[in-house]
């Protein structure tokens, strides 16, 4: 309708929507607030922009220059107040979250829990490194096992009585759970030729249970086999492990013993840890404790896996190691292993 307006209603106009403005900016108080002051006069269909296109239809030219010169100002008046307004809004709006969402620092934090590794393998951990470094490759083997690897390889025949000192889990008549690593031995030498020099660590199981002895265990089977391995070699490569592990001023001695895959079979024994080798309760008062069996490879054994025994010789060794790891931190029931007990697990 601004066309039918005089030149003087215009310019009066112009004064009636600077002051409408002054007082709608005056009661902004959020930034939400402003948008609708803004969208008011300067938007689109805003007052101001109204009258920006009503200056085309004034005709006399004076008039139009000194209307265009007065829209100009009010249009400059009313961005300048609505930016001004806006900075203000946002400054106090900082403030305010600066206020409501400051923490507090002096608070103490939520401590986020770490896992760390079982004590069996970080042992395990040592001892393949201990063998790797003395250049013993690493091999795995099945833990459910056939009768053939478990017993009749290794020289352990049905009617054998050392059957009886490893109370088997038995799958099927001749299939069992590998109650020791040494399958693993016949294993190796059956895909490998000579020379080789292997451990394989693993878990084994026996239906037994009490302070030293669970279902499930771990074993770490060791293997030499060349052509002029002696018992000189055993001693050697043991005594090492076992300084390496235990302190290098450990007392170490072979005790002879027998499995039916050796020959001759030793045990090997450390001075006592907890006694030093004074007597006491754990060591039976003999100052001794076993760590290992070991011998030099039967060479029944040789035969049943294809080496020639008059060609070749080698040394083997079986060791636990949730014992080892109970002579090395003195721990007395090794039940504690496998209880998921945290207190106990934290300590290593
Ligand atoms: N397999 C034996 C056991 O579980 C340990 C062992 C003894 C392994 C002598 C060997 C060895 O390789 O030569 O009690």
Redesign the pocket.
């Known amino acids: 309708m601004d066309e039918l307006l005089s030149p003087e209603q215009l310019l009066s106009s112009l004064t009636q929507i600077e002051e409408a403005f002054r007082s709608d900016i005056a009661k902004v108080a959020t930034l939400a607030d402003l948008q609708q002051v803004r969208a008011k006069y300067s938007g689109k269909k805003g007052l101001v922009t109204a009258k920006m296109k009503a200056l085309s239809s004034v005709p006399d030219p004076v008039q139009k220059k000194e209307f265009g010169r007065r829209i100009n100002e009010l249009k400059n008046f009313v961005e300048d107040s609505l930016k001004g307004r806006e900075l203000l809004l946002k400054e106090g709006e900082q403030e305010r979250r600066l206020l409501t969402e400051k923490i507090d620092i002096t608070l103490p934090g939520k401590s986020v829990q770490f896992g760390r590794t079982h004590p069996i393998n970080q042992v395990l951990s040592e001892i393949k490194d201990i063998f790797v470094s003395m250049g013993f490759g690493i091999e795995d083997g099945p833990e459910v096992e056939l009768d053939h690897y478990n017993f009749e390889a290794l020289n352990i025949p049905r009617d054998h009585p050392a059957r009886d000192m490893q109370d088997t889990f038995y799958i099927s008549d001749d299939v069992v759970l590998r109650t020791?690593t040494?399958p693993v031995?016949v294993r190796v030498m059956e895909k490998t030729k000579p020379p080789l020099k292997i451990i394989a660590p693993g878990k084994v199981y026996r239906c037994d249970a009490d302070v030293s002895h669970t279902a499930m265990f771990h074993?770490v089977?060791g293997l030499m086999v060349d052509t002029d391995v002696s018992f000189g070699d055993l001693k050697g490569v043991l005594e090492l492990f076992i300084r390496s592990f235990f302190g290098k001023d450990t007392p170490v001695r072979f005790r002879p013993s027998y499995?039916p895959?050796?020959e001759p079979?030793a045990e090997v024994d450390i001075g006592c840890v907890f006694c030093k080798g004074a007597g006491c309760r754990v060591c039976k008062t003999t100052g001794w404790l076993e760590v290992l069996?070991?011998?030099l490879v039967n060479p029944r054994v040789f035969e049943m896996t294809g080496y020639d025994p008059a060609r070749y010789s080698g040394f083997?060794?079986?060791m636990g190691v949730e014992r080892m790891t109970m002579l090395k931190y003195s721990i007395d029931d090794i039940r504690l292993f496998y209880e998921n007990d945290l207190r106990f697990l934290r300590q290593f």
């Open positions: 020791h040494s031995q074993q089977e499995f895959f050796t079979s069996g070991s011998g083997a060794f079986g």
